[in-house]
């Protein structure tokens, strides 16, 4: 039987595709927002406003996990630090944001 192992770092660009995915969701969200304010009138600033904290909050719970996963895995300590630090940052600046 063989056991399958995983490169130290595999988990550390796992995290980064996440991070990536939660930048990417509050990026075009904030570009609909920007851009659509002619298009879409104050209708739509209730829902992006929803979509703002829930990204935000799914996020920075994300970058929560990282880190944590950062404090048990010394092999990619720093790299899942970073990631989950920006995590944390891009969704609670996100919330803070949008509901000041």
């Given at each position: 039987m063989q056991i399958a192992?995983?490169?130290p770092r595999g988990g550390a660009?796992?995290?980064a595709r996440w991070a990536l995915a939660e930048t990417a969701a509050l990026f075009l969200i904030f570009l609909v927002a920007f851009?659509?304010?002619?298009?879409?009138?104050?209708g739509i600033k209730p829902l992006l406003?929803?979509?703002?904290?829930?990204?935000?909050?799914?996020g920075a719970v994300a970058g929560l996990v990282v880190g944590r996963r950062a404090l048990a895995d010394p092999a990619a300590r720093i790299p899942r630090l970073a990631i989950g630090g920006w995590m944390v940052f891009a969704g609670v600046y996100t919330i803070i944001h949008v509901l000041s």
């Amino acid at each position: 039987m063989q056991i399958a192992t995983q490169h130290p770092r595999g988990g550390a660009r796992q995290d980064a595709r996440w991070a990536l995915a939660e930048t990417a969701a509050l990026f075009l969200i904030f570009l609909v927002a920007f851009t659509g304010r002619d298009a879409f009138s104050d209708g739509i600033k209730p829902l992006l406003t929803i979509l703002s904290i829930a990204v935000g909050s799914v996020g920075a719970v994300a970058g929560l996990v990282v880190g944590r996963r950062a404090l048990a895995d010394p092999a990619a300590r720093i790299p899942r630090l970073a990631i989950g630090g920006w995590m944390v940052f891009a969704g609670v600046y996100t919330i803070i944001h949008v509901l000041s």
